[in-house]
């Protein structure tokens, strides 16, 4: 099983930056893909930002020009650089692994346990 741990959220003013981390741990694993999901209140969880073990990316619409994932492989953590926040940013963030399992070579996914996002003046 792969842990992840989730940093970076918070309080930040429209038009302001916030920088998300999520850091996989575990053993014998390979990572897939990672990615960024969002959930606000009363609404679906959704997918804003993907980066593949090549480093292709996908971005929500909402999101793109404004949000950037990026990995360091080396340290199993992928980051998301937030820009131009706007109210409706506003959400629990959560994290989210693909990975293989090296010694039965299964997929399987886990997810961060979230981190609060508030963009409000």
């Known amino acids: 099983q792969v842990q992840l741990v989730e940093s970076g959220g918070g309080l930040v003013q429209p038009g302001g930056s916030l920088r998300l981390s999520c850091a996989a741990s575990g053993r014998l694993f390979s990572i897939n893909a990672m990615g960024w999901f969002r959930q606000a209140p009363g609404k679906q969880r959704e997918l804003i930002a993907r980066i593949s073990s090549g480093g292709s990316t996908v971005y929500a619409d909402s999101v793109k020009g404004r949000f950037r994932i990026s990995r360091d492989s080396a340290k199993n953590t992928v980051y998301l650089q937030m820009g131009s926040l706007k109210p409706e940013d506003t959400a629990v963030y959560y994290c989210?692994?693909?990975?293989?399992?090296?010694?039965?070579?299964?997929?399987?996914?886990?997810w961060g346990q979230g981190t609060q996002v508030t963009v409000s003046s």
């Open positions: 989210k692994a693909e990975y293989t399992r090296v010694l039965d070579d299964r997929s399987s996914a886990s």
